[in-house]
C-alpha cells in the first residue's frame, strides 16, 4: 500500500529490554513525526524530522528515547531499558512538506507492551 | 498550562442536533490550525483546516479567533457516524523553520439514536 507503515504492530516485552519501533513513511514525504499516546490520552509529541535531521526532539521523555531517520526515509524510534510507563502507542505520521501546510498522514501504530 | 487545551468531554448529544468544541491554545505565534478526528483505536485523520476567515465542509464549520485564541468546530445535523474522538491541532513553527504540531487530548462525542 501506499500509506504509513509501521511496525511491529503490537509488541510485549520485559522491563528493562531494549525495543525498537520502525516507520516507513509515504514515499517522497519529507518530514516525519513520531508521537505517543496511552490509552485515552492525547497525542504527545515526541520528535520530528525534516529530512534526515531532527530540528525538534523536545518531546522526547527522556535519554532513553532515541530516533533516527535515514535515506530521508525510514525512521526508527529505539526506547532503551523500557519502563512499565512507556506503554503506549507509538504513532508515527508523515506530511509532503512541514507541518504548516502538509495533512500528517498516520500509521497505524505500533503498540508497547511493557511487563 | 497545556500548549494546546480541549474539553475532554463526552457529549451525548442526539442524531440530528448541532453540537460545538471549543480548543485555547497557549503560543500567540501559533501559525496553522486543524481538526482531526480519531475513531476508536485508530490512527487520527485530517477533518479539516481551519483558516482565519473561517472555513466550512459540508455540516462542518470551523472557526480562527486569533485575539482570543481558540479554534471551535461546529457540527450540524448530527449523524451517528459522527461519534469520535475530535482533536484540535496546533502548529507552533518556530525560527528555524522547524515545525511543532501540538495535539489536543482530544473531545469524545458520542451520537444517540
Known amino acids: 500500500g501506499a500509506g504509513v507503515s509501521q511496525s511491529p504492530s503490537n509488541k510485549v516485552t520485559e522491563k528493562g529490554k531494549d525495543v525498537e519501533l520502525r516507520c516507513d513513511p509515504i514515499s517522497g514525504h519529507t518530514a516525519l513525526y513520531w508521537y505517543r499516546q496511552s490509552l485515552g490520552q492525547g497525542l504527545e509529541f515526541l520528535i520530528y524530522?525534516?529530512?534526515?535531521?531532527?530540528?525538534?526532539k523536545s518531546g522526547l521523555p527522556s535519554d532513553r528515547f532515541s530516533a533516527e531517520r535515514t535515506g530521508g526515509s525510514v525512521s526508527t524510534l529505539t526506547i532503551q531499558r523500557t519502563q512499565q510507563e512507556d506503554s503506549a502507542v507509538y504513532l508515527c505520521?508523515?506530511?509532503?512538506?512541514?507541518?504548516?501546510?502538509?495533512?500528517?498522514?498516520f500509521g497505524e501504530g505500533s503498540r508497547l507492551t511493557v511487563l | 498550562r497545556k500548549e494546546v487545551e480541549q474539553d475532554p468531554g463526552p457529549f451525548n448529544v442526539p442524531e440530528g442536533a448541532t453540537v460545538a468544541f471549543n480548543c485555547t491554545y497557549s503560543n500567540s505565534a501559533s501559525q496553522s490550525f486543524f481538526w482531526y478526528r480519531q475513531d476508536c483505536r485508530k490512527e487520527p485523520k485530517l477533518l479539516m483546516s481551519v483558516y482565519s476567515s473561517g472555513n466550512e465542509d459540508g455540516r462542518f464549520t470551523a472557526q480562527l479567533n486569533r485575539a482570543s485564541q481558540y479554534i471551535s468546530l461546529l457540527i450540524r445535523d448530527s449523524k451517528l457516524s459522527d461519534s469520535a474522538t475530535y482533536l484540535c491541532?496546533?502548529?507552533?513553527?518556530?525560527?528555524?523553520?522547524?515545525?511543532?504540531?501540538?495535539f489536543g487530548s482530544g473531545t469524545r462525542l458520542s451520537i444517540r439514536p
Open positions: 524530522f525534516q529530512g534526515n535531521s531532527a530540528p525538534d
Open positions: 491541532v496546533v502548529n507552533f513553527a518556530g525560527y528555524s523553520s522547524a515545525s511543532k504540531i501540538i
Open positions: 505520521a508523515s506530511s509532503l512538506v512541514g507541518g504548516n501546510t502538509g495533512e500528517l498522514f
